[in-house]
Nanobody, 120 residues
């Protein structure tokens, strides 16, 4: 599977963005999916994950209640709806695929990333 993110951009604090991650190949539904982010000078961190069937979702404490992960297996796409954005959400956002999933699973395939910048 190959992953391509889109939807990043510049947004004012308090605003919203929806990121999309389109997967190629026919095996998308066999992967759990995750979103990660990396801010300048910081290590990459887990943001959210979703199981193959969408039955389980996981969130970092810093985004819980503001971000929502979802997927559409018919469209081979996973989404990250981000609301009430603040400056600490500024980062490059990556989607990734895992055969295990969750916040601690090993993610085997990564997209190229999409920049999200939140202005004050």
């Amino acid at each position: 599977v190959q992953l391509v993110e889109s939807g990043g951009g510049l947004v004012q604090a308090g605003g919203s963005l929806r990121l999309s991650c389109a997967a190629s190949g026919r095996s998308f539904s066999t992967y759990s999916m995750g979103w990660f982010r990396q801010a300048p000078g910081k290590e990459r961190e887990f943001v959210a994950a979703i199981s193959r069937s969408s039955r389980r979702t996981y969130y970092a404490d810093s985004v819980k209640g503001r971000f929502t992960i979802s997927r559409d297996n018919a469209k081979n796409t996973v989404y990250l709806q981000m609301n009430r954005l603040n400056s600490e959400d500024t980062a490059v956002y990556y989607c990734a695929a895992s055969l295990v999933g969750g916040p601690n699973g090993e993610y085997d395939v990564w997209g190229q990333g999409t920049q999200v910048t939140v202005s004050l």
